[in-house]
């Protein structure tokens, strides 16, 4: 089992399993990656509804903390929320629920350390 050094940008504990099935937690690391969102009017609903489309974009400080944090740790995921994950496509990372705890409430799920969500 090949061990990956995980980095948590959110400002929880994200719990996550292994494949074996070893539950561990990883911590807020201390830095915070945002993102800021962008709607995006697509049209109106017959009902008079607006229907938009939300892209989240990085903010200045954000990127450049993550910089400092990509080259201070090669090779880790950087974990963020899916929101990050959106703005920093391919350097930062959403989890994956594991197997089985993909419809726990957030608070009793628990996290693949094998697979992550990428935009």
Same mark, same amino acid.
């Given at each position: /089992? !090949? @061990? @990956? !050094?995980i980095i948590n940008t959110t400002p929880h504990t994200i719990p996550f399993q292994n494949t074996v099935g070893v539950f561990y937690?990883?911590? *807020?690391? #201390?830095?915070?990656i945002?993102?800021?969102p962008v709607e995006e009017?697509?049209?109106?609903? &017959? &009902? #008079?509804?607006k229907l938009v489309r939300t892209?989240?974009?990085?903010? *200045?400080?954000s990127e450049e903390a993550l910089a400092k944090l990509e080259q201070e740790n090669p090779n880790a995921v950087i974990v963020g929320s899916t929101a990050a994950a959106q703005a920093f496509p391919g350097r930062v990372y959403a989890p994956v629920p594991a197997p089985g705890y993909e419809e726990y409430p957030p608070e009793k !799920?628990? /996290?693949r350390d094998d697979k992550f969500m990428v935009f």
């Open positions: /089992m !090949k @061990i @990956i !050094k937690e990883v911590r *807020p690391c #201390g830095v915070i945002n993102a800021r009017v697509a049209r109106t609903h &017959s &009902s #008079g509804a892209r989240f974009v990085a903010d *200045p400080g !799920k628990r /996290m």
